[in-house]
């Protein structure tokens, strides 16, 4: 089954082409099935960008997909165009009163701000606890899922001396997990980061469990089963340039960046970088969406009770 986005999106015709099973919402509703309903709430500067990368990702389930873009409200985006933003995001104060099968929460370039600087920090807020009576799943990516965790747990993020720039090593602790199922004993994840958890931190956290970690650099994915939640502090839903496309940037800008770690070959920043972690995406958010369609209520009025 595909998942069921606007024919208008610039998604739809990037992922045709790329063999991904894509629904107009007008097919969609003519058929008699209840899709998946799978929200988007994109904290990132380039929302076509990220939106494209877990449209891909949730396209590649057997299940149909009904897929939401949301925004905060009173928050305006200076790197995607007005007119895309009306035409396919709703803010969060419009769906607040609608239920979601699941909801992935994406990072933000704000990691240097205390949580409670941040602009839209009461209406995040908001949208965590909104999570535990209208959302079965919510599935918390970077700063978002760091943010979700402070904000349910009180766990601190710490700065570190420098950014974890690159992919790194990390090991499957929890291979019985329906979410980690197909799963290889190790694994290599893209990193790009400037504050980390710390794993005592999340060992002394009641409800918290590490499913994926590295010696490197620290905890990854985390179950939290009371909230219903999943937290992924890295970034398996990455293109196979997007690191490349941050240290050009940085470079041009004179910004001091180093050559992210295990990407290019050779460390050669000059070389075409290898993705090394596809499958392994496909394999958690297809896991993700799986886990949802066998526990959530057929009637969505049920959902979070």
Same mark, same amino acid.
């Not at 008699?32 to 449209?55: H, S, Y």
């Not at 149909?64 to 104060?93: C, D, G, V």
């Not at 090593?169 to 190790?186: E, K, Q, T, V």
């Given at each position: 089954? #595909?998942?069921?986005?606007?024919e208008t999106l610039p998604?739809?015709?990037?992922?045709?082409?790329?063999?991904?099973?894509?629904?107009?919402?007008?097919?969609?509703?003519?058929? &008699?099935?209840?899709?998946?309903?799978? %929200?988007?709430?994109?904290?990132?500067?380039?929302?076509?960008?990220?939106?494209?990368?877990?449209?891909?990702?949730?396209?590649?389930?057997?299940?149909? /997909?009904?897929?939401?873009?949301?925004?905060?409200?009173?928050?305006?985006?200076?790197?995607?165009?007005?007119?895309?933003?009306?035409?396919?995001?709703?803010?969060?104060?419009?769906?607040?009163?609608?239920?979601?099968?699941?909801?992935?929460?994406?990072?933000? #370039?704000?990691?240097?701000?205390?949580?409670?600087?941040?602009?839209?920090?009461?209406e995040l807020a908001e949208?965590?606890?909104?999570?535990?009576?209208?959302?079965?799943?919510?599935?918390?990516?970077?700063?978002? %899922?760091? !943010?979700?965790?402070?904000?349910?747990?009180?766990?601190?993020? $710490?700065?570190?001396?420098?950014? !974890?720039?690159?992919?790194?090593?990390?090991?499957?602790?929890?291979?019985?997990?329906?979410?980690?199922?197909?799963?290889?004993? &190790?694994?290599?994840?893209?990193?790009?980061?400037?504050?980390?958890?710390?794993? #005592?931190?999340?060992?002394?956290?009641?409800?918290?469990?590490?499913?994926?970690?590295?010696?490197?650099? %620290?905890?990854?994915?985390?179950?939290?089963?009371?909230?219903?939640?999943?937290?992924?502090?890295? $970034?398996?839903?990455? &293109?196979?340039?997007?690191?490349?496309?941050?240290?050009?940037? &940085?470079? !041009?800008?004179?910004?001091? /960046?180093?050559?992210?770690?295990?990407?290019?070959p050779d460390d050669d920043?000059?070389?075409?970088?290898?993705?090394?972690?596809?499958?392994?995406?496909?394999?958690?958010?297809?896991?993700?969406?799986?886990?949802?369609?066998?526990?959530?209520?057929?009637?969505? !009025?049920? /959902?979070?009770?």
């Amino acid at each position: 089954m #595909p998942i069921t986005l606007p024919e208008t999106l610039p998604a739809f015709d990037i992922l045709t082409r790329e063999g991904v099973m894509v629904m107009s919402d007008m097919r969609a509703a003519r058929q &008699d099935i209840r899709p998946l309903r799978i %929200g988007l709430l994109n904290l990132m500067p380039k929302k076509i960008q990220t939106e494209t990368q877990f449209a891909r990702l949730i396209g590649a389930t057997p299940l149909q /997909i009904e897929f939401s873009l949301i925004r905060m409200s009173e928050h305006e985006t200076k790197n995607t165009a007005a007119e895309h933003m009306a035409e396919f995001y709703r803010p969060f104060q419009e769906v607040k009163h609608e239920r979601f099968d699941g909801l992935i929460i994406t990072g933000a #370039p704000i990691e240097h701000l205390a949580y409670e600087d941040v602009t839209y920090w009461d209406e995040l807020a908001e949208v965590f606890d909104w999570t535990q009576t209208h959302v079965h799943n919510t599935f918390g990516v970077c700063w978002g %899922g760091m !943010a979700l965790l402070w904000h349910f747990h009180g766990v601190q993020k $710490h700065l570190l001396p420098e950014k !974890a720039f690159g992919c790194y090593r990390h090991r499957n602790r929890a291979p019985a997990s329906p979410y980690l199922r197909g799963f290889s004993d &190790d694994l290599l994840i893209p990193v790009s980061r400037w504050t980390e958890l710390r794993q #005592p931190e999340i060992d002394a956290t009641a409800g918290l469990e590490t499913l994926i970690a590295s010696d490197e650099v %620290g905890p990854c994915l985390i179950e939290d089963a009371r909230h219903r939640a999943l937290v992924i502090l890295n $970034h398996l839903e990455y &293109d196979s340039t997007t690191l490349k496309e941050e240290y050009d940037r &940085d470079i !041009a800008a004179g910004k001091p /960046i180093a050559v992210p770690q295990n990407y290019f070959p050779d460390d050669d920043p000059v070389k075409t970088p290898l993705n090394r972690w596809r499958s392994h995406a496909h394999l958690l958010y297809g896991n993700w969406i799986n886990q949802i369609y066998q526990t959530t209520p057929y009637d969505l !009025a049920q /959902i979070g009770q």
